[in-house]
């Protein structure tokens, strides 16, 4: 990845009467990513890249794009071009027409703009659609117009908000590695919406995470994933098992934490800073969690890591859901709490190793728990 | 399907199959359009009384464009309707523009002064233009050809323009503002954005405006009745006088005449109209 930033937010904050849209978010965005914008409904996202966009003018705070204040440049004068979410294709126009547009609002002779079409039709695998009206083209179709209307122009930037969430599921994922292979194909940096995890997972070099206004977390998708900063955030992206408790030990290569629903203390192999007295939380992915059969007085397991009587407490199977590929199991601990965990089936015999109601044990390594402070 | 040529009974929307259902039809029909086939028929009535047909002529139709009156007449109608057309669709188009594109103050208050002219009675609407045009801003009489049909033009330019709006401002609701934004997006500034995006997508709405106000002028009568002077009748106005001493053949096949224009410029609008509705609407969905 090059270092050079492209885009920068600084302290940017959107208001509308009295709803905070936008938070104070700073973000910096590389020449070359393919950089997510992740939330729930309602947080802000497509506000944020309408600002970009220049379509929204922040209440405070600047933008910068190649280190120029654009803040107050209006949406045709940016070096940005956007994907709409109904992808805006105008009704009126031939296929070709709607990707010659920019270009000939910039004034691009005819010959030379004919050729950029047609290499932009190619680059979205749409040669010899230049004729069609847009009625005549598919919803998935209609959609690489419009990519292509917005790539034609060779904007520093490519904005898209939510760009596959009006494609059916298998048109989804067949879109997700084709927007990757188009983004690495013409190295432009793209900037997309979206709610949906898995999407952003799957696509992204980074995303931010963000929640009521605010930026929660910039990180790789594997960072968010192991490494979330909040509760918001690990409970955001995938499902995760949160205990609330209190630091026993913290020293600078392993750390104690006690946490009341858990019969014995959690140990983790490094140390954590800060809270020493403040209360934080254990994250625990369920499919970093081991089931051990516990049935015959059979003893608890030792995965090797932890001390004796650390990361380890008995549970009973309440509920199990059979996925094909893997099995998820409700555990209840003693204490009433009923844990996830998710177990891959490994063999076709493997789903029937655990049944309903089965004493177990759960184990968990020591670097696997994440702890938590907000 | 044991029978298969005994009918099935009627769906429950299939409201054509009942028989009062036919009958009402029917009797709509009759009075609908039996007096506007009379009219025509008679026109080509070899008999001044219009009672007995006589068999086929077209003598009254060359009556027609022998008569002066009658000619002149029909000109004004055609110069008042033309020119009262075009300004009140520019105007209408510009209204329904702004009250859809901006906020300002008082606009509540425009968009019922808007539906004014549609609901205020036409002879209120007829007698207060007389007033205007004779005490307040009295039209010159003595003007040159057809600056002399002023104030008609502009009385008619006051009623249709309000129908022209109402037509392209329910046209505008449908637009997708990101169509816009995506060619604001793409470089164009807001006169291209008019011209490229906004225009295209109003044509229908301003077609259907256009034809409605053409229309409006062409047979109106009350409010040309008060303002039209002897050098200034219009086609029904002419038409009303005639009939006055009673109901020539003449008549008849100048007003078919009249039909038929209508009925042609309406079919023209509505093919243009049609075929531009069925294009868009699947590239907007
Ligand atoms: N033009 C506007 N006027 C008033 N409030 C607005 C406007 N646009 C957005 N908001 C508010 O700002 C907040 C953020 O909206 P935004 O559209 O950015 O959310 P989002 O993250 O894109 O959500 P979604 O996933 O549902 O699209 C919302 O509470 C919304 O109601
Ligand atoms: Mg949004």
Request: hydrophobic content about 45%.
């Amino acid at each position: 990845m090059t270092a050079k930033t492209i885009i920068s937010f600084e302290n940017v904050t959107k208001r509308f009467g009295k709803v905070v849209a936008v938070d104070d978010v700073s973000l910096s965005i590389c020449e070359g990513e393919f950089f997510a914008l992740l939330g729930p409904s309602g947080c802000g996202k497509t506000t944020l890249l309408r600002m970009l966009a220049g379509f929204e003018t922040p209440s405070e705070g600047r933008i910068l794009i190649d280190g120029e204040d654009v803040s107050r440049t209006p949406p045709n004068k940016r070096p940005v071009n956007m994907v709409f979410q109904s992808y805006a294709v105008f009704p009126h126009m031939s296929v070709a027409d709607n990707v010659g547009y920019g270009l000939m609002v910039d004034g691009v002779l005819p010959a030379e703009r004919s050729r950029r079409v047609e290499e932009a039709l190619a680059l979205v695998k749409l040669e010899g659609y230049g004729g069609r009206k847009p009625d005549q083209m598919s919803g998935g179709q209609r959609q690489r117009v419009a990519l292509a209307r917005a790539l034609v122009k060779r904007p520093r930037v490519l904005l898209l908000d939510e760009p596959l969430s009006a494609l059916d599921a298998k048109l989804r994922e067949q879109m997700r590695s084709e927007l990757s292979q188009l983004q690495e194909k013409v190295g432009v940096t793209f900037l997309f919406v979206t709610h949906d995890q898995d999407e952003a997972l799957a696509m992204a070099s980074r995303c931010a995470v963000m929640n009521r206004g605010l930026l929660q977390q910039v990180a790789t998708p594997s960072d968010l994933y192991e490494f979330p900063n909040s509760r918001f955030v690990a409970d955001f992206i995938g499902s995760v098992n949160l205990f609330e408790g209190r630091f026993e030990v913290d020293e600078a290569d392993h750390a104690v934490v006690r946490a009341p629903e858990l019969s014995t203390p959690v140990y983790l192999d490094h140390g954590v800073t800060g809270g020493r007295d403040a209360t934080v939380w254990v994250a625990l992915r369920p499919e970093k969690i081991e089931l051990h059969k516990r049935g015959d007085g059979q003893g608890a397991p030792a995965l090797g890591d932890a001390p004796d009587g650390h990361n380890v407490v008995p549970g009973v199977i309440r509920h199990i859901s059979y996925l094909g590929s893997e099995s998820v199991y409700e555990v209840e601990l003693d204490q009433g709490r009923r844990v996830r965990t998710l177990r891959t089936n490994l063999t076709r015999r493997d789903q029937e190793d655990f049944t309903w109601d089965e004493p177990v044990w759960l184990a968990w390594h020591a670097c696997s728990p994440a702890v938590l402070l907000s | 399907m044991s029978k298969p040529e005994r009918q099935a009974p009627p769906a429950p929307l299939e409201y054509l199959r009942r028989w009062p259902i036919r009958a009402w039809l029917a009797v709509v029909a009759v009075f609908l359009y039996a007096p506007l086939i009379t009219l025509m028929a008679f026109s080509f009535n070899n008999s001044r009384r219009n009672i007995v047909w006589r068999g086929f002529t077209l003598d009254y139709y060359v009556q027609v464009f022998q008569d002066q009156g009658l000619l002149t007449a029909f000109g004004n109608s055609l110069v008042i309707a033309a020119v009262s057309t075009v300004a009140s669709v520019i105007l209408g188009a510009l209204t329904a523009l702004t009250l859809w594109r901006f906020k300002f103050p008082g606009k509540p208050a425009l968009e019922g002064a808007l539906a004014l002219p549609i609901v205020v009675p036409e002879i209120c609407m007829g007698v207060a233009m007389l007033v205007f045009f004779t005490q307040v801003i009295p039209w010159p009489t003595s003007l040159a050809w057809p600056l002399n049909l002023g104030s008609i033009i502009i009385s008619h330019i006051s009623f249709s323009f309000s129908f022209v709006a109402i037509v392209i401002r329910a046209r505008l609701a449908s637009f997708n503002r990101e169509l816009e934004e995506a060619a604001k997006d793409l470089g164009a500034g807001e006169w291209r954005i008019l011209r490229d995006i906004l225009v295209p997508h109003m044509w229908p709405g301003l077609l259907a405006g256009a034809l409605l106000a053409f229309t409006l002028s062409l047979d109106d009568f009350v409010i040309t009745f008060f303002t039209s002077g002897p050098d200034t009748t219009t086609f029904p106005v002419k038409v009303y006088s005639m009939v006055r001493f009673s109901v020539t053949p003449e008549v008849n096949a100048a007003s078919t005449l009249l039909i038929i224009i209508t009925v042609v410029l309406t079919a023209i609008a509505l093919r243009l109209q049609g075929a531009d509705v069925a294009k868009d609407a699947a590239g907007v969905a």
